[in-house]
């Protein structure tokens, strides 16, 4: 028939040449042995592309080893080729896989369903095709931070033909299907920490400081892969609002954080002052620490340790019993104790220089020596004058109000009996503040006189016409003393009425004796 007839023929295996550019020219015959003789319309071209295309990945991607943040991560970039004249690369498509997490699905939903748990290969289209690039899914979850992550990439032609992609177990191996290791990035977006060791915060330091130290480490909250630390800085500051020159060992630095002479590791670190004058006496002190790891994440919340430096001894006083005075038998033996730098230390006073340790409540004890048979108290753990040598008891020291712990009054309580009438004590004490600094009182001593003194009126009596002064004798049984101010009083009872002179006029106290006024 005349109608057009669809023909076909196998194709020769030697024109199948790779990459070969082949023209194929049809030629028909009909019946009567015509032979077409017009060609013009009648061939077609065509590359034999057995090869498959190329794909790498760009510098501007992500690096293989390289440590990235949520603001340096690049995108997913390449390029792809086929080859002069062949099909030409039809698409490209790219693996992500986290360690411990999973495979991207290629949804992006910012939260761990974008994740296949499984090491199931989902070859995601990229945008693109010479030049292609994807962009990474939302990594803000907790699981996708801290992680190890491993690309692949694969490309197909127009001819079908597909670049060798990974098997499971390259998935699971994190290589390629040479065997050699895939490209490996890592993904950390947490701010690393550090900790100030010594001293700590909240210290006093009675003494020289030569070394400060502490560790740092990256905010990895267990997870596999937290980005190591690659730089630890510091800053002092003292109260006066001056800024430490780690340089120039002075006091005219920058407010700025450096890492000059640092050593030890980043995780382990310490500075060593060039010189152990540099912390003065009065001050207080902030020393700020500051991370950063390989992924350029700087801490932000630093570590700050305060601390004040405190070289003063205090001062404590006795003020009950006074020195050479007497008590009764309550035992309750009290004074003045201080710390304030104002008071102590005449060369460091200055509108700055006004810190100092303060005072604990149990900084001020006291040793308490029976002169009679040469022994010491023993404390409440052992209340009895046996011990040949001194034991100091702790007290109860209390800030005065406005000050806080710099200065007061301490009271130490003795159990009832523990004195002995008629016999001499010397009081000596002991106080020690929150730096370590310790002094001792000038030692008081006291006799304990437990009987009660005697008085009698001698004049007037009878019925005087008038009355000048009353007069009368008092006395005290040795080793007492009368006390020479005050240590007589009367009372004046009217007896018609019973009431009691007070001094200016006579009035009732509802005629009990312990309501009387005594003059």
């Known amino acids: 028939t005349n109608a057009g007839t669809v023909w076909s023929t196998n194709t020769p295996t030697e024109i199948r040449i790779s990459s070969a550019n ?46 990235y943040n949520e603001a340096t991560l690049p995108a997913i970039a390449g390029t792809a080729t086929d080859g002069s004249g062949l099909s030409g690369v039809k698409e490209v498509r790219i693996v992500l896989r986290s360690q411990g997490y999973g495979t991207w699905d290629g949804s992006r939903g910012g939260d761990d369903n974008d994740w296949d748990g499984s090491n199931a290969a989902y070859w995601i289209l990229a945008t693109g095709l010479t030049s292609w690039t994807t962009s990474f899914p939302p990594l803000n979850q907790p699981g996708a931070n801290n992680r190890k992550y491993t690309l692949w990439v694969s490309a197909e032609d127009n001819a ?20 050699a290791a895939a490209l490996q990035f890592y993904y ?9 060791q010594t001293p700590l915060s909240g210290a006093y330091m009675g003494r020289p400081l030569l070394t400060i130290s502490g560790t740092a480490a990256s905010d990895g909250g ?15 500051t003292r109260s006066d609002g001056s ?19 640092r050593q030890g590791s980043v995780s382990a670190w310490y500075w060593v002052m060039a010189s152990d004058d540099k912390f003065e006496n009065g001050y207080q002190y902030r020393f700020n620490a500051q991370g950063t790891d390989a992924a350029t994440n700087v801490e932000t919340g630093f570590t700050t340790s305060t601390f004040i430096v405190d070289f003063t001894s205090p001062a404590a006083q006795v003020t009950a019993p006074s020195d050479n005075g007497f008590v009764n038998a309550g035992g309750i033996l009290s004074g003045t104790a201080d710390d304030s730098i104002e008071n102590l230390c005449g060369g460091c006073a200055g509108s700055s220089r006004t810190f100092e340790a303060g005072i604990a409540s149990s900084g001020v004890a006291v040793a308490i020596f029976r002169r009679s048979n040469m022994q010491w108290w023993g404390g409440w753990a052992s209340p009895t004058f ?10 109860v020291y209390t800030g005065n109000s406005g000050v806080g712990q710099s200065s007061g009054t301490w009271v130490y309580q003795m159990p009832p009996g523990s004195l002995t009438n008629d016999t001499s004590y010397q009081i000596h004490v002991r106080v020690t503040d929150r730096a370590g600094n310790l002094a001792y009182s000038v030692t008081n001593f006291f006799t304990v006189d437990v009987t009660s003194p005697v008085s009698a009126a001698t004049f007037p009596t009878g019925s005087p016409q008038s009355v000048n002064t009353i007069t009368g004798t008092a006395s005290d049984t040795a080793p007492g003393e009368l006390m020479i101010t005050g240590g007589v009083q009367i009372r004046i009872v009217r007896a018609d009425t019973n009431e009691v002179f007070n001094g200016a006029a006579f009035v009732a106290t509802g005629g009990d004796p312990a309501n009387s006024i005594w003059l």
Do not use: C, E, M
């Open 22 to 67: 082949l023209k194929v020219y049809p030629r028909a015959k009909d019946k009567a042995t015509n032979y077409q003789t017009d060609f013009a319309n009648g061939g077609f071209t065509f590359t034999i592309d057995d090869v498959a295309p190329s794909v790498v990945f760009l510098s501007t991607g992500p690096q293989d080893g390289a440590y």
């Open 160 to 179: 079908t033909n597909v670049s060798t992609r990974p098997s499971a177990g390259n998935i699971t191996g994190d290589t390629n299907p040479n065997g």
């Open 188 to 196: 950390d977006n947490s701010n690393p920490v550090s900790y100030v």
């Open 222 to 236: 267990g997870t596999p892969s937290p980005s190591p630390l690659n730089n630890l800085t510091a800053r002092i």
């Open 243 to 261: 800024f430490y020159s780690f340089s120039g060992n002075n006091w005219a630095g920058l407010n700025s954080f450096t890492n000059t002479g």
């Open 386 to 395: 046996g011990s040949a040598g001194a034991v100091y008891s702790s007290g």
